[in-house]
């Protein structure tokens, strides 16, 4: 789902208001425990699976 969010933003031509966008995206729809969990998958596996604006959103944006 996360990179779904990433392949309508990564069109975006800033590509830091789009990974801001993205990240904004998962605060506002995504659980708590989902960004958590998204999150630990980012620091534990370097999101594999993720396209690379949708980990580096994570990564930059998501705490």
Excluded at 14 to 43: C, G, P, T, Y
């Amino acid at each position: 789902m996360a990179n779904q969010i990433g392949d309508f933003f990564k069109s975006f031509p800033d590509k830091e208001q789009a990974k801001k966008d993205i990240a904004e995206h998962l605060k506002r729809f995504w659980a708590k425990s989902m960004r958590q969990q998204i999150l630990e998958h980012v620091n534990k596996k370097n999101g594999a699976g993720l396209e690379d604006i949708v980990r580096d959103a994570i990564k930059e944006h998501i705490d």
